[in-house]
């Protein structure tokens, strides 16, 4: 809560400035901004979820396929911006970062509930459980709050902006001619 998650916080947020050093709007587009929503979003549901419900098998499996999906996307992001624009090594290490975040903060989960954990496999002492319940113990209000400004400030509205000044560049379009 105070360590995986600003440290998340401050990837995403370099990540942000390095596209904005690269010149992102007119070397590949808003087409590479919305892939970073997209990736916020594989991110943002197992957060949420961590975040208002109770950690169950149902909990961890979707950690578990989110962190699985992002990777795929992360790939394809890869891939699509090293077409059009320079990643600098910079930006590879802070990519590794937002690769490795996701995954750091699922073997917390799973450590703090590894009973659960366990279950999916049928194994352990406990039954699987599937259910979408909210935590008994609701986080301080205080802490979520702080969480969900951040995520707006850092995250979200960044990617945000770099969409549409990608759109803006490119008058509605999402690929720029010289990333064709």
Known sequence: MYFILPLWLLAGFADWICHRASHIETATGAKESLIHLLMFAEVGIPLLAGIFLEINALIISVMIAAFFVHEATAL??????????????????????????????????????????????????????????????????????????????FEFLPYLEELVRGLVANRGKLVPPKAK
Do not use: N
Not at 82 to 87: D, F, G, H, L, S
């Open 76 to 153: 394809w992001d890869v891939s699509y911006a090293t077409t059009a624009r320079e990643v600098t090594p910079i930006e590879q290490h802070v990519h590794s970062f937002l690769e490795m975040i996701p995954l750091m903060a699922i073997v917390c989960v799973v450590s703090l509930h590894w009973q659960q954990f366990l279950a999916l496999f049928g194994l352990g002492s406990q039954a699987p459980r599937f259910d979408l319940t909210w935590k008994a113990q609701p986080l301080p209000i205080g802490y979520v709050a702080a969480l969900m400004t951040m995520i707006v400030i």
